[in-house]
């Protein structure tokens, strides 16, 4: 007999029960009624720091869910006490810094728009700089290398200058934090730094 459809998201039939199973640090207590909008079933868990919480079938079976969120946080809070960040800026991020996936151009902070024209900005410390629009890649290619230069090189060699001082005297360190800003001025941008 040839269903019409109406049972196409009907997963009773094929129910796997997970009651009692464990998944990281979430044990699976029962199913509920809720759906995700693939029709995977939400199981209520119980975590291992005691909190509930729901995730479904798909996410408890193939390990994208593992605690209640509380492994997230204990996560951040270890990487947060290994990196260095040093007025607002994480310094190991800007070390191992890699061009991103959805870049037009194949170089980082250099995008091409739909006249052709290449638009180049640099991020620094949660603000993005513009530094002008070129017809002509190496152009744009040279004006994002100078801007590195003078913003990202220039705040880790000041980051450097600035720990080897703070090792050496801890109290300097307290009393002379490491000031590095960027402003832009008539068309160029301007670095203000401050370490000793």
């Known amino acids: 007999m040839k269903s019409c459809g109406c049972h196409a998201h009907d997963h009773r039939h094929n129910r796997v029960d997970l ?32 909190n509930e919480t729901e995730a479904t079938e798909d996410a408890l079976v193939h390990g994208n869910c593992a605690s209640c969120g509380c492994l997230k946080r204990e996560n951040q809070r270890k990487i947060a006490g290994k ?10 991020i ?10 037009t151009s194949g170089f980082r902070g250099v995008f091409k728009l739909k006249g052709g024209k290449y638009r180049v900005d640099i991020g620094f410390k949660g603000k993005r700089y513009y530094l002008g629009s070129f017809s002509d890649y190496g152009e744009a290619v040279a004006a994002r290398l100078e801007a590195e230069q003078a913003i990202q090189r220039g705040f880790l060699e000041s980051y450097y200058e600035w720990k080897e001082k703070a090792d050496r005297d801890p109290g300097w ?6 000031i590095f ?16």
């Open 19 to 50: 009651s009692g199973q464990r998944f990281g640090r979430l044990t699976a207590i029962e199913p509920t009624d809720r759906r995700d909008r693939k029709g995977a079933v939400y199981w209520r868990c119980k975590c291992d720091c005691g």
């Open 83 to 92: 990196l260095n960040r040093i007025d607002g800026t994480c310094v190991e």
């Open 94 to 103: 800007l070390e191992k810094r890699k061009s991103r996936r959805d870049n």
């Open 173 to 178: 360190g307290k009393t002379h934090p490491l």
């Open 181 to 196: 800003e960027v402003e832009k001025k008539s068309g160029g941008l301007v670095i203000n730094r401050q370490s000793t």
